[in-house]
């Protein structure tokens, strides 16, 4: 084992150069191997070091069974730091491993330049075993049932953070990847749009709800706005990653196929090889594949444009404006794609033109993927009942989730919680107190001063 961990590291180094000499810019990477369950571990909780909750523990046994069952797997976990870590799985065979080893170093290149990851802290993986190491102080004070029930209520929202007014305190940034983003791009609009959408949301509400909590909640704590603020900061810090999915994925996907031809393999590491980055790369019938998608596109691009155009488009882009502009009509028909729903027990295809298709994924992307929901007031009616506004874009919440999502909200509150959206077209209101959800359609329009 020490042989093949020392003979792993001198390829590592190999593989640095190639990737370096075709262009890619990455800081150091310590890499180590890791059995299964430590990877999945690590998989669940999201990084090495991490507070304890027991909805990681669910996930683990989920990818763990998966693992177990060879329904999926996972062959490496890269954290994104400075340095960076790259946890390999143990058992990897050689070949898997020197992909592996060159998918991490483009991730990698991928963390430090990309646009979206310009605010996250490199020393990320100290500060959350910080918050860990706190968090479990809290726990010997406050007692873990209490400490985790505020947990269950933070996580219950930990998506709905403010990203982009984050990401906009770095101006000058902003500023170079607008002026950037101008000629090179048919959405150049997009960035103005942003903008002007962003100042909009500042007159109707706050986007980012665990601020508005942990600076306005009337019951809270201080230990519990400190848990708010981890959670609030640990979200922050992975949201860029949920922002890039596809084009992270299929930018490290591209990579690996590049280094790995600069590589030396004998045929039966090139048969190896092959066979691994076919499953990588295997579009799935029910879900969308963004390792298949995300190099899709690449590939696209590199016919049309040269490598630095490519450099420039992983500095700029997210998935939403990467699908919006460059997936075009003939890369929608090379790859078949089409909408579908279940009905039933049936699928059934609901579009097939190429504009409406991609609008659709563009829709599901925004945001992370997640509703946009805005604290309008705090203190509404002049009773400190906190009231909020799902900014419907044409997708209905889930009642279930929302009604037990807001018992939760009210709990951080201490007051009553209301949140307003759409349901069948209809607007309705559904309030939290006392420990239950009611709900009532809104014949007009409700303005919150």
């Known amino acids: 084992m020490r042989r093949e961990i020392k003979e792993l590291g001198v390829y590592a180094q190999e593989i640095a150069v190639i990737a370096r000499n075709l262009g890619l810019n990455f800081y150091p990477v310590h890499f180590e191997v890791c059995p299964a369950e430590a990877l999945y571990t690590f998989g669940a909780y999201g990084m090495p070091v991490r507070f304890t909750h027991w909805s990681f523990g669910k996930a683990f046994y989920r990818l763990k069974m998966q693992y177990d069952l060879n329904l999926s797997r996972i062959y490496e976990l890269v954290i994104n730091s400075n340095p960076s870590y790259a946890f390999l799985l143990e058992g990897n065979s050689l070949t898997q491993n020197k992909l592996v080893i060159g998918h991490v ?62 990401l906009a305190q770095n101006k000058d940034t902003d500023q170079k990847i607008i002026k950037k983003k101008k000629p090179t ?36 704590e201080e230990w519990e706005r400190d848990i708010v603020s981890m959670i609030r900061e640990e979200s922050l810090y992975f949201f860029p990653q949920i922002e890039t999915k596809i084009i992270n994925e299929g930018w490290a996907t591209f990579w690996h196929s590049r280094i790995m031809r600069e590589l ?7 048969m190896d090889f092959a066979i691994m980055h076919s499953q990588v790369v295997q579009p799935s019938r029910l879900s969308l ?61 609901t579009d097939t033109a190429w504009e409406k298709v991609r609008n659709t994924l563009v829709q599901q992307l925004v945001n992370g993927g997640h509703p946009k929901i805005l604290a309008i007031d705090g203190d509404y009616e002049g ?4 009231y909020l506004r799902h900014a419907h874009e044409g997708i209905d919440l889930d009642i279930v989730y929302l009604e037990r999502t807001l018992l939760l909200v009210q709990k951080l509150w201490g007051k009553a919680a209301m949140l307003e959206t759409m349901i069948d077209g209809k607007k309705v209101l559904f309030e939290s107190n006392n420990g239950s959800v009611s709900r009532k359609q809104i014949l007009r329009h409700v303005e919150v001063e």
């Open 105 to 166: 170093y483009a991730h990698v290149d991928f963390f430090k330049n990309n646009h979206y990851f310009k605010r996250t802290p490199r020393d990320m993986v100290d500060r959350m075993a910080a918050h860990a190491e706190q968090i479990r102080k809290y726990e010997l004070t406050h007692g873990r049932e209490k400490v985790e029930q505020v947990l269950d209520a933070v996580l219950s929202i930990q998506e709905h953070v403010d990203f982009r007014a984050h």
């Open 185 to 220: 791009s048919p959405y150049e609009d997009l960035w103005e749009e942003e903008e002007s959408q962003e100042k909009s949301e500042e007159k109707q509400g706050h986007e980012d709800l665990l601020l508005f909590i942990m600076e306005n909640s009337p019951v809270l």
């Open 264 to 270: 030396d393999l004998t045929d039966e590491e090139i």
């Open 289 to 349: 594949n963004p390792y298949y998608l995300g190099v899709k596109i690449w590939e696209s691009l590199a016919e049309k444009q040269d490598m630095e155009f490519l450099f420039e488009v992983r500095e700029t882009e997210n998935d939403v404006s990467f699908i919006r502009n460059y997936l075009d009509r003939d890369l929608m028909d090379k790859l078949n794609l089409f909408s579908f729903r279940k009905v039933g027990a049936h699928w059934q295809v």
């Open 383 to 386: 009773k400190h009942i906190l």
